[in-house]
């Protein structure tokens, strides 16, 4: 088996990255509502957007090695996947594999994202994966938290996974088996229910059945 070309490799590597800085997939995977196995959908989904690409690297791209970017051949013959796809793909899987109805525009933010960064990858730019690597190696351990209305560039909780959030604003009186999402969030998993109480800072309260 052919080891992965150098476009490949730097693909992968941003999608993770991009994926790692999605607040909406990050919420989904902290909370398990893909099952025990959320966080290898989420590599899994990395996979499945570079294999959608993988068909369309330059032709006459190298094997992966550690020396520096290099000149491209010519391109792949066909069209690679564009946003509106991309969006479409992230849009299902989310609610495939997390059980979630995406309400904000987010999901097609990260296919935006999606599209610069192979175009970026494919002319050996890598600043990119670089700047996002950063990024998520920066909230790496840290709980997401997404305001209303907010997009894929949402603030992040500063506290570990392991802590507890002191924070105002979410309330869990309701007692056990209740978890403070994001409205943009519609967790198909929860029952239904009365007009949920939302909180001045755009939070709701949401029951949510026991695991399958």
Request: aromatic letters at 6%; hydrophobic letters at 35%.
């Amino acid at each position: 088996m052919s080891p992965p070309s150098q476009t490949t490799v730097l693909f992968a590597r941003g999608i993770l990255a991009r994926l790692a800085l999605w607040p909406a997939l990050q919420i989904a995977v902290h909370n398990s509502w893909g099952g025990p196995e959320s966080a290898e959908k989420q590599r899994w989904l990395a996979g499945v957007l570079v294999d959608e690409f993988e068909a369309y690297v330059p032709q006459g791209d190298e094997p992966f090695t550690s020396s520096a970017s290099k000149s491209m051949g010519p391109t792949a013959h066909g069209t690679p996947p564009d946003v509106y796809y991309v969006e479409e793909m992230l849009l299902q899987i989310m609610s495939d594999e997390f059980e979630v109805t995406l309400e904000d525009n987010s999901a097609s933010d990260v296919a935006k994202d999606v599209i610069k960064l192979w175009n970026d990858v494919c002319a050996t730019r890598d600043g990119l994966v670089k700047d996002w690597e950063s990024q998520a190696e920066r909230i790496k351990g840290k709980a997401p938290q997404v305001q209303e209305g907010a997009g894929s560039g949402s603030d992040w909780e500063d506290v570990d996974d392991s802590g507890t959030d002191d924070g105002e604003g979410e309330s869990n009186e309701g007692g056990e088996g209740q978890e403070v999402v994001p409205r943009l969030l519609d967790h198909s998993r929860s029952p239904p229910r009365e007009e949920p109480e939302v909180d001045e800072e755009g939070f709701m309260t949401v029951r949510r059945k026991g695991r399958r």
